[in-house]
């Protein structure tokens, strides 16, 4: 039996396919790589979910695929068997094809042959990823509608994102499980769904007709409909929306705004209920470029705009090479522009006296080996951060996107930069504070292999509320790290150096480590960031504090 093969939960967002691993009339097993998505923040592998033959592909490469879109139809082994039996039916419609003046009622004659096979179907919500339940906030279907593949059923909501559940198959609604305000999880029933199992069945029966054959399109030509309230944009837009976190909007319209560093409630809705299209946020960004481009030159813009380096032709000097830049660094070199533009950087410089703390890192590595985990400097950093962070929770915290208030974080994930091949990646230790210093080293660990070998996913790259980036292995004494918006602060961690500290009767050599931190301004004062430094240069003179 052939079955369709869809994108699975790959986080909010969307992704480009970058390379296609399999073809028609492959076969292939369960969990084989079949392609590779590229993000805003990560490549990734989309496995199979079984073994089977590839019968059709529905992707080509540079595509922009997201949660539930096809992939490919499958030949699945062990239900083969069963798939030609339907296949009889058709086969008298080469004879009809004989007779031109009969050929139209034969779609008539076919359409009794559904209510024969049609059978009720539970629906159930579909994975909807670590967030655990989500609300029911728009209900989109009522008993006895008529419904298409893929068309929305209802409208989920969470802590972090708004999502619209579409149905798997075709049918009309038995009857509706859920209600409104009702807070559901994956697996939940949504609704019962009487499904039409032979309807497709009619479509290859006039096969001398090349209008017959335009129904069995129409559901695949489906979303090409979705452009059509373009048409709507400009005739009566809603006012945008007071609160930026309570914007009626799907994953990838709030993935595209952030993209474009747009503020969701700044945006015109023009969709149904008030809800914000992409086409919404593309108006928008098209707008303010417009604005932007006829405001005054220089300073008469009032700061609104910026002046653009001058294009030089740099072959006029003499040879040069141009390397084109992979998506990742391009994307990685667009959130740190929008996150130094947006942030007023500050950096607070310190020094570390780690000289116990580097002894009993030695002490200790051959216990970590034994555990099967290489114990360096990271897990202590991140130990102390996560300390810090509970202690000073300004540090713990984002700038609301009203701007007049503070969302300070209960939970502890903790970011750490890896230099790769392709560009910056940034993969999260969740909970870091609840963790033992091999379990940190040996996840950090992982997670650097997966960062190095492109099997990052997009959940490992989310949540973090604080960074570290250390570049003790290579060398420098200090650097200006720049804050991962929406997070407030961010660690600079240089190469550890012997230097002669005074004691008060002579001078001793001491391992210094030097502490950069990066943090906005509008969040935290430079108090609290001198308090910071101090208090986890002390942490790290004598970690046995942190059991204190």
Excluded at 239 to 256: E, I, M, S, T
Excluded at 298 to 313: C, F, L, T
Excluded at 346 to 373: C, M, S, W
């Amino acid at each position: 039996m052939s079955e369709l093969i869809r994108v699975p939960d790959i986080g909010n967002g969307e992704g480009e396919v970058i390379e296609l691993m399999v073809k028609v009339g492959d076969r292939i097993e369960a969990d084989q790589s079949i392609l590779t998505l590229e993000s805003d923040k990560a490549s990734m592998e989309i496995p199979a979910p079984k073994a089977g033959v590839i019968k059709a592909m529905k992707v080509k490469l540079g595509d922009r695929l997201k949660e539930g879109d096809e992939l490919f139809e499958l030949e699945v082994e062990g239900e083969a068997a069963a798939a030609p039996a339907p296949a009889a039916e058709p086969a008298a419609a080469p004879a009809a094809a004989e007779k031109p003046a009969e050929a139209a009622p034969a779609p008539a004659a076919a359409a009794p042959a559904p209510a024969a096979s049609a059978s009720v179907q539970d629906i159930h919500v579909p994975d909807i990823g670590s967030s655990g339940k989500a609300k029911i906030i728009e209900l989109m279907v009522k008993v006895g509608d008529s419904i298409q593949a893929d068309q929305s059923l209802i409208t989920l909501e969470s802590d972090k994102a708004s999502m619209e559940i579409p149905s798997p198959a075709a049918g009309v609604v038995e009857s509706i499980e859920v209600k409104l305000d009702q807070e559901v999880g994956t697996g939940d029933l949504i609704l019962k769904l009487k499904v039409e199992g032979a309807a497709p069945a009619a479509a290859p029966a006039p096969a001398a007709s090349a209008p017959a054959a335009a129904p069995a399109k129409a559901e695949a030509a489906a979303p090409t409909a979705a452009p059509a309230p373009k048409a709507e944009a400009a005739p009566a837009p809603a006012a945008p929306a007071k609160d930026g976190a309570k914007v009626h909007a799907g994953p990838a319209v709030r993935q595209l705004a952030r993209e474009f560093g747009v503020e969701l409630s700044a945006v015109s809705a023009t969709g149904p209920h008030g809800r914000v299209l992409k086409e919404d946020v593309q108006v928008y960004v098209k707008t303010m470029m417009q604005k932007a481009k006829d405001a005054p030159a220089g300073g008469a813009s009032g700061g609104s705009g910026i002046p653009p380096i001058p294009e030089v032709d740099f072959s006029r000097f003499g040879e040069i090479e141009e390397v084109p830049m992979t998506r990742l660094m391009q994307l990685g070199a667009s959130g740190l522009h929008r996150s130094w533009l947006n942030i007023p950087h500050v950096t607070q410089f310190d020094q570390a006296d780690i000289t116990d703390l580097e002894a009993f890192r030695v002490a200790q590595k051959g216990a970590a080996e034994k555990a099967g985990v290489k114990l360096t400097v990271l897990p202590l950093l991140l130990k102390s951060c996560a300390h810090l962070l509970k202690e000073l929770p300004d540090f713990n915290a984002s700038l609301a996107p009203s701007g007049k208030a503070v969302i300070r974080k209960k939970y502890v994930h903790i970011g750490f930069a890896v230099d790769t091949p392709d560009g910056l990646l940034v993969p999260v230790i969740r909970d870091v504070d609840q963790k033992s210093l091999l379990q940190l080293a040996a996840e950090a660990a992982a997670l650097a292999e997966k960062a190095r070998n492109k099997k990052l996913t997009a959940n490992d790259m989310q949540g973090a509320c604080f960074t570290i980036s250390s570049l003790g292995h290579i060398g420098g004494t200090g650097f200006t790290p720049i804050v991962n918006a929406p997070e407030v602060a961010i660690l600079g961690v240089s190469k550890a150096t012997i230097q002669p500290v005074w004691d008060g009767k002579a001078f001793q050599p001491k391992l210094m480590l030097p502490l950069s931190l990066s943090y906005d301004h509008r969040v935290i004062n430079g108090a609290a960031a001198a308090r910071f430094t101090k208090r986890l240069s002390e942490l790290l003179a004598d970690i046995r504090t942190i059991l204190l």
